[in-house]
């Protein structure tokens, strides 16, 4: 179901990704600095999740600064949360690279005015931990004021997200946090000798068993 998404004075594109049977929560999905919501990735994602009983939304936003990035997010967490045709209980906010950035940064900023009651986790896939070969400086703040659950899904081999440091940060986190590590990956989640339907089958697995988990630990 293609979507319309007022923002300021412009619309941001988006799409339903619709289960068949009734649904209590969904999860908003958005691309990283290139490229837009049809990020192969993404769409593997939401129809594998979408398959599975979860709502998904993924919407396109062009900027490439951070802060407008996480307006735009912001704008899509409301909108789901206020339409009358998905009733959902709870929403989980994921994003590829920069999307994955943005997507923490609300979360972040919704957590300080006390309106997070919505938001029941994230998940980072490929998360951008640092600028290639500028690992001293860490784009971690955001993620150190996380209380919901984490999940990162990395490359063991991708050059913005250094393996030791991303476990650094990971460990100081106060939020229930898992990472899986896709091996030998890069930034875009190639592996030499792989196939790209074949590492989307393991990212799909993995976020979908943390979702259910997630879900259930909510439920009980």
């Not at 030998?184 to 697995?205: F, L, S, Y």
Request: positive net charge; aromatic residues 8%; proline residues 3%.
């Amino acid at each position: 179901v293609k979507v319309k998404i007022p923002f300021g004075n412009k619309y941001l594109d988006a799409v339903f990704s619709v289960p068949a049977k009734t649904l209590t929560h969904g999860v908003i999905l958005t691309h990283g600095a290139g490229g837009d919501m049809n990020f192969p990735q993404l769409v593997s994602l939401a129809a594998y999740l979408a398959s599975r009983g979860v709502l998904c939304l993924r919407f396109t936003c062009k900027g490439l600064n951070v802060a407008y990035r996480a307006r735009a997010y912001k704008t899509v967490v409301e909108y789901l949360k206020l339409s009358d045709d998905y009733k959902l209980s709870g929403v989980f906010l994921a994003g590829r690279s920069m999307g994955s950035r943005a997507a923490a940064s609300v979360i972040r900023q919704l957590s300080q005015d006390g309106d997070d009651d919505f938001i029941q986790g994230l998940v980072c896939l490929s998360y951008p931990l640092h600028r290639p070969k500028l690992q001293s400086k860490l784009r971690d703040e955001d993620l150190l004021f996380i209380r919901c659950p984490v999940l990162f899904v990395s490359g063991s081999a991708d050059e913005m997200c250094e393996k030791q440091l991303l476990e650094d940060v990971v460990s100081k986190m106060k939020a229930p946090k898992k990472i899986h590590w896709i091996d030998k990956a890069n930034h875009g989640m190639a592996v030499k000798g792989r196939t790209a339907d074949d590492i989307m089958e393991e990212i799909n697995t993995q976020a979908f068993s943390w979702l259910t988990e997630n879900i259930e630990l909510e439920h009980k």
